[in-house]
């Protein structure tokens, strides 16, 4: 997709298309043949686990309240608009979803300083995971794909 930026590029290839369709209904249309904007969607959402998790094992790890509530806050906003476009993909609005993909972007790289913080890190990787077992994805095969989208998140562009 040519909106996405290296970033949800690369969450895109760790994910892949097979476990992007474990995001989509069983029952529509779209579970076999997945847009681009549903790849963007799953990347953007479990971007967003990322970042929730980085959040909360930053703040525990390092008692910097203030930058984990703003994460926080901005992981929560990709979370519910990548469920709400999941959801309905047919209703996506192009230029909310670029800017949600700026959003995770710009959070990257705000967060690149830290990305050292092991803690914050295995919280993020286990907030993915989660998420990934909760479609029916197999343990190993969800946290190998979580430490993928780690490495995707982390690598510079």
Do not use: C
């Not at 390092?62 to 309905?88: C, N, Y």
């Amino acid at each position: 997709m040519e909106s996405t930026t290296p970033v949800v590029g690369r969450i895109e290839k760790a994910l892949g298309p097979a476990a992007a369709t474990m995001f989509v209904e069983s029952g529509t249309s779209d579970r076999h043949f997945v847009l681009e904007s549903i790849v963007t969607m799953v990347a953007l959402y479990l971007g967003g686990k990322f970042l929730d998790g980085f959040a909360e094992g930053f703040v525990d790890g390092t008692g910097v309240p203030e930058l984990g509530r703003k994460l926080g806050e901005k992981a929560r906003s990709l979370i519910g608009f990548s469920k709400q476009a999941l959801d309905s993909p047919q209703a996506i609005d192009p230029k909310e979803m670029q800017r949600q993909i700026e959003e995770l972007t710009k959070a990257v790289a705000d967060l690149r300083a830290v990305r050292t913080n092991t803690q914050a890190t295995a919280a993020g990787v286990g907030r993915v995971r989660e998420a990934l077992e909760e479609q029916g994805l197999p343990r190993g095969e969800a946290q190998k794909i979580s430490v993928q989208i780690e490495v995707a998140l982390w690598n510079e562009p």
